[in-house]
């Protein structure tokens, strides 16, 4: 990638994978990734990361911003936290296995 970030940003803008059905759906039927990602990460950012830390060869990144759900306990209404979503699609023959631990 031809812009310069910091190793240390990098390893901190993925959270974490996001594994559920459609996450896997998603990834059998796509080619694609979910990641939940930190709130100010960018696309570039977002497609060097998973670059660096899975050695795959990203095609383009897609980002969905979610609100947090209104959530009640008795009289107390709280908030869930916002989050930031990464659909990272891997150029063909590219792949991430997570149960192998393939990766950082």
């Known amino acids: 990638m031809s812009l310069n970030y910091s190793q240390e940003r990098l390893l901190q803008v993925l959270v974490s994978p996001q594994i559920s059905e459609k996450a896997t759906y998603i990834a059998d039927k796509n080619e694609q990734v979910v990641f939940v990602v930190l ?59 997570f149960t192998e631990g393939g990766g950082a």
């Open 39 to 97: 709130p100010d990460a960018t696309k570039p950012e977002i497609k060097a990361a998973v670059e660096l830390l899975f050695k795959v060869e990203v095609k383009s990144v897609q980002v969905s911003n979610l609100k947090g759900k209104v959530k009640r306990v008795g009289k107390n209404i709280g908030r869930r936290n916002d989050q930031r979503k990464a659909f990272v699609c891997l150029k063909p023959g590219q792949e991430i296995n």
